[in-house]
């Protein structure tokens, strides 16, 4: 057989010629496109947005067609957004399935690494969701910032009211709540009697007048009331600003909703009327039923607000994804696959840092005490293999939930956790039947005796 000298280029088909490549900096990218088509095909480019448009130029002038970056930071979102405005084909990289090759550790050959991977089709881009769901993305997480940053002011308020020795946090269970909210507020405009103070209890609250009188005794100095003051004012700036955001999601969602030939049916029953903790101000759920044309709060651990959190992480109709075990694996919420010689060296789940992940295990950790089949299936798991491992497998299940949901119009319906244990209970008789029968037994209940699921 005669051999075929490849020399140094490797013996691959390009699919890509009009292939392009940058290297994200700070300060500086470095960008390369294909050798035929320009005399010095790596070039540097500055970060201001005139150097943006002058690198999309020239990659019109060398005839480029797609173009693929490595996700550095957020320096990369300006260099994106401009040429996708130019009309480029961009995907984003991740670093590192590019970059395991030694010997290229400058951003010149880094670039040109780049840019001869991306010409022979091995590089996958990132998802990135369209802009109708970033914009929708970009309010939510600046929303969530902000609920961060009132967090804190509610720590500063607690302190201050601490070196005043007023012990309002231990009579009531919340200090913004409607009673904490008025109390505070009257000692920032001066009143400091407890018996008045203790009188703007609201009637829901669960300690006695006595008991909030008794705790609203304390040593007024006027650093801590200025202390407490501030953190008040800056507490209340921070939810005008939520307020904002509210309205710019709710905005948003009206954009997105469905405008079907057909009227959607009615918007199903909550399965809970309780409010949840920063949630928005407006109908998550009624605006969300209006733009996917499904009621996501059905999943059990799926709130108002974290079916929109996900809305805002995933899109709208996950068509990114070809099949649920596509959409797990993504989520790192998938048991791994390493193999090698035929014998599996690891299963376990790869590390992430996905938002939509982490959305997802807070559900499950929410469900293993409610009494439905998830609830049931984490008890189970939790018992035999251990809380952590419980999360990520039920956090699982229900993503495939919400991925079956979004993208065939699922309806789901809660068997209950009853159900579930009868169901398992079955499977473990069947094989413990199966399996007596290939050892050439039979298996026979034992009459009066408790069963054990």
Request: net charge positive.
């Amino acid at each position: 057989m005669m051999k075929t000298d490849t020399g140094n280029k490797p013996d691959l088909k390009m699919v890509n010629p009009g292939a392009a490549a940058v290297d994200i900096g700070s300060t500086m990218h470095m960008a390369a496109v294909n050798p035929d088509s320009d005399d010095m095909p790596v070039r540097a480019f500055g970060t201001f947005t005139q150097d943006l448009h002058d690198l999309a130029e020239w990659f019109q002038s060398c005839g480029v067609t797609s173009v693929a970056m490595e996700s550095t930071g957020v320096y990369w979102i300006p260099a994106f957004e401009i040429l996708e405005q130019h009309g480029f084909d961009v995907i984003l990289v991740n670093a590192r399935y590019a970059k395991n090759v030694p010997g290229r550790k400058t951003d010149v050959s880094d670039a040109g690494w780049l840019r001869q991977l991306h010409s022979y089709g091995l590089l996958r881009g990132s998802f990135r969701p369209a802009a109708e769901i970033a914009t929708l993305r970009a309010y939510l997480r600046q929303r969530e910032r902000l609920v961060e940053y009132a967090a804190a002011h509610i720590q500063h308020m607690q302190k201050a009211l601490m070196e005043m020795n007023l012990q309002l946090h231990h009579v009531v269970s919340d200090i913004t709540g409607a009673t904490g909210m008025r109390i505070i507020r009257a000692i920032v405009e001066g009143e400091r009697d407890p018996d008045v103070l203790a009188s703007l209890r609201d009637v829901r609250c669960h300690s006695s007048i006595e008991t909030i009188r008794a705790s609203l005794v304390g040593n007024d100095r006027d650093e801590h009331v200025f202390a407490l003051t501030q953190s008040l004012e800056l507490y209340d700036f921070y939810q005008e600003k939520m307020l904002e955001c509210d309205r710019k999601l709710e905005a948003t969602l009206s954009d997105l909703t469905v405008r079907a030939e057909h009227q959607l049916p009615t918007l199903p029953k909550a399965r809970t009327k309780t409010k949840q903790v920063n949630a928005p101000s407006f109908d998550v759920r009624a605006a969300l039923y209006g733009v996917l044309g499904i009621d996501l709060t059905q999943i059990h651990g799926l709130g108002p607000s974290l079916a929109l959190k996900l809305i805002g992480e995933c899109g709208s109709d996950l068509q990114a994804w070809p099949s649920a075990k596509h959409f797990t694996s993504w989520l790192c919420l998938a048991p791994g696959n390493k193999v090698s010689g035929g014998k599996l060296l690891s299963s376990r789940t790869r590390r992430s840092s996905s938002r939509a992940a982490a959305l997802l295990r807070l559900a499950a950790v929410t469900i293993g005490r409610s009494d439905t089949a998830l609830g049931a299936f984490y008890r189970r798991l939790a018992g035999r293999i251990g809380k952590q491992k419980a999360v990520t497998a039920t956090a699982r299940k229900i993503a495939v939930l919400f991925y079956n949901s979004l993208r065939f119009g699922m309806s789901y319906r809660d068997p209950g956790a009853t159900a579930y244990d009868e169901r398992h209970r079955g499977r473990v008789l069947a094989n413990l039947q199966r399996r007596a029968r290939a050892l050439g037994y039979s298996l026979a209940p034992t009459p009066g005796a408790e069963c054990v699921s």
